[in-house]
Nanobody
Framework: QVQVEESGGGSVQVGESLRLSCTVSGYTYSVYCMGWFRQAPGKERELVSSLAGDGETYYPDSVKGRFTISKGDVKNTFDLQMNSLQPEDTATYYC??????????????????????WGQGTQVTVSS
């Protein structure tokens, strides 16, 4: 049973930074696409960052230049560094493991379909 667990959420002021971490366990070591999603109340879940097995990354325009996804220092951990946070970044953030080595159309509105294991989410609140 694959398990995905996020940590590092919290409340910050506008312009501050947060670093989220994701730990994936429960499967034989293989390389998969990893992604960070977020969902604000009343809005659709959106992909904010993905990291393919070959290292290719994707960011939507809304976070490009501010968010960075990376492998953590520990095997099967993945981090999301979020800088210059804005009130519109307030959401529950989810880490997810992709179905494949490559990320399946991360730019698509249906990007979530390419991920099969999800964490429970961690709340990020940005106040002005």
């Amino acid at each position: 049973q694959v398990q995905v667990e996020e940590s590092g959420g919290g409340s910050v002021q506008v312009g501050e930074s947060l670093r989220l971490s994701c730990t994936v366990s429960g499967y034989t070591y293989s390389v998969y696409c990893m992604g960070w999603f977020r969902q604000a109340p009343g809005k659709e879940r959106e992909l904010v960052s993905s990291l393919a097995g070959d290292g290719e990354t994707y960011y939507p325009d809304s976070v490009k230049g501010r968010f960075t996804i990376s492998k953590g220092d520990v095997k099967n951990t993945f981090d999301l560094q979020m800088n210059s946070l804005q009130p519109e970044d307030t959401a529950t953030y989810y880490c997810a493991r992709g179905r494949y080595f490559f990320c399946d159309r991360p730019e698509s509105p249906a990007a979530a379909d390419g991920f099969d294991w999800w964490g429970q989410g961690t709340q990020v609140t940005v106040s002005s």
